[in-house]
């Protein structure tokens, strides 16, 4: 590994450590500080962290991968999710901020969905805080895992030891730091990711001498590269956009909606947020596509040895973006560049722990073992949790089955449908019961795991349609029904809704 490149690491993660060190002491022993930062995220903090923790190394690798395989054909999961991120803003944001401080101050989603409903059979918070847990260790095991194989590919490193020193980074500002030190590095590594994906498509757009030999060589390559439409059926593309439909529930983004200051600075995060994240998918589209044009014509200048097979060429797409930023740039850039990777990778992995330690801490710790602690042991009880988390992740990345992986890969359809319909019709519903929200909760979960797992004429399900649309259509249409089948909720409930829904009138843009 180069000198730059190492000393650019070096600066990376005492960085990472300083603003974990300074969210201790900004922080207090309020256990609403340690897990939601007070609610006084401004809005350039929250639509950054909210997109960093999102978009993980899918960002830098997956996306340019993809392109650089199937060109504009793979635009369509883009314009999904980004439709997905803007209604999140507009629909989801303003009112779950507002409604999670109006019933009883919930700071986590399993503690809002107890209190938006009065569910005292705690059936709500202990179904969807195991679906939490669950979900998120395994989210943060390949996390960990995709660290330890960064280090390894990319700087020569042993596997295990990049492993270690990645989960051992992240645990150390998320323990020290809590919420705002998570929310605060995610920021800087948003920064970090923005600036990458700028900087590398324009190097290779430079040498490459401009856009029109680009064309020119990537028509050469398969003029279907260039044609968003070749190959695509009408299921293909539904599933590619209803990627956008996860947002809805996904636990680690959502979160940064209810932690903002005030609903007046919404807009303000919605346009830092939806801007941030044109600008890097389209980054991430053009390394790939530019990528494809230049590894064709510069065979002798193909970068690392390693990435390359026997015959010269990539081994593995999804290193596009490693290889041009080792190639294109000095070493001390380049490893700030391998940094934004690292970047990614973390900011996911701090948000997944700490809302997986928010769970642990308030809907299992404190509801059903400690009812009476004092929120300094509940901070104390939330730094152990994101320890024991961490621990069982990197366990389970010691030794990473492709079951655990194609598991982790189909989290974001298990939380969109689980999650998503419940907490839209939570927010504009008030004829919605507990029962109501536990059914859709349950049906959205199952109808994606048979789908995925139940073979139909020996394939399953997943191959022709994404699991995401029939798991929010099942979760909504259940919630309706049973919620019209069941007694009408209390009238506490529904003042609580009513005082929720005059709050964002009174805010309203």
């Not at 986590?108 to 709500?124: G, I, K, Q």
């Not at 014509?297 to 080792?326: K, M, R």
């Amino acid at each position: 590994m180069e000198t730059g490149t190492i000393i650019s690491l070096v600066l990376y993660f005492i960085a990472m450590l300083g603003i974990g060190v300074y969210g201790y002491f900004k922080s207090t022993s309020d256990l609403s500080d340690y897990m939601l930062g007070g609610r006084r995220l401004g809005p350039g903090v929250t639509a950054l962290s909210a997109g960093a923790s999102d978009m993980s190394g899918w960002m830098l690798m997956g996306l340019p991968g993809a392109f650089f395989v199937a060109g504009f054909s793979e635009i369509w999961i883009a314009i999904g999710l980004v439709i997905g991120a803007y209604v999140n803003y507009r629909v989801v944001a303003p009112r779950l901020r507002s409604y999670t401080y109006i019933a009883k101050d919930s700071i986590t989603l399993p503690d809002y969905f107890e209190n938006r409903f009065a569910d005292t059979s705690r059936a709500l918070r202990l179904v969807s805080a195991l679906v939490i847990i669950i979900f998120f260790t395994l989210y943060t095991a390949a996390g960990v895992y995709a660290g330890g194989t960064l280090f390894q590919n990319a700087f020569g490193l042993n596997y295990e030891y990049g492993l270690l020193l990645t989960a051992g980074v992240v645990v150390a500002y998320t323990l020290i730091g809590g919420f705002l030190a998570v929310s605060m590095t995610d920021f800087v590594q948003g920064c970090i990711m923005f600036i990458a994906l700028i900087m590398v498509p324009i190097a290779a757009l430079s040498i490459m001498g401009g856009s029109a030999p680009v064309i020119a060589e990537v028509t050469q390559i398969s003029p279907a590269m260039l044609n968003p439409f070749y190959g695509a059926t009408v299921l293909g593309v539904i599933s590619l956009l209803a990627w956008g439909l996860g947002y809805f529930g996904q636990p680690h983004i959502i979160v940064r909606f209810m932690a903002i200051k005030s609903l007046s600075d919404f807009k303000m995060a919605r346009r830092i947020g939806m801007s941030w994240m044109i600008i890097a998918l389209i980054g991430a589209m053009f390394t790939g596509i530019i990528g494809a044009a230049y590894m064709a014509t510069h065979s002798g200048d193909l970068g690392p040895a390693a990435y390359l097979t026997e015959s010269g060429q990539l081994a593995d797409s999804e290193t596009i973006f490693i290889v041009l930023s080792q190639i294109l740039f000095h070493p001390l850039v380049g490893g700030f560049l391998l940094a934004a990777i690292l970047a990614a990778i973390m900011s996911t992995i701090s948000s997944q722990l700490l809302v997986t330690s928010s769970s642990l801490t308030q809907d299992f710790y404190k509801a059903f073992l400690r009812r009476n602690a004092s929120d300094k042991e509940q901070v104390l009880a939330g730094r152990v949790s994101v320890l024991l988390v961490a621990i069982v992740a990197v366990s389970l990345s010691l030794n990473p089955s492709q079951n655990l992986l194609s598991q982790v890969g189909n989290a974001w359809a298990g939380f969109g449908a689980a999650f998503g319909p419940l907490i839209i019709l939570s927010l504009y519903w008030k004829r919605m019961t507990r029962w109501g929200a536990l059914a859709g909760m349950v049906t959205g979960t199952f109808t994606v795991l048979f789908w995925i797992y139940v073979p139909i004429a020996g394939a399953p399900l997943s191959t022709h349609l994404y699991e995401m649309v029939p798991g929010v259509i099942m979760a909504t249409l259940a919630i309706i029904v049973v919620s019209r089948i069941t007694a009408q909720p209390q009238s506490s409930v529904g003042r609580e809704f009513e005082e929720m829904e005059g709050e964002i009138q009174q805010n309203a843009e």
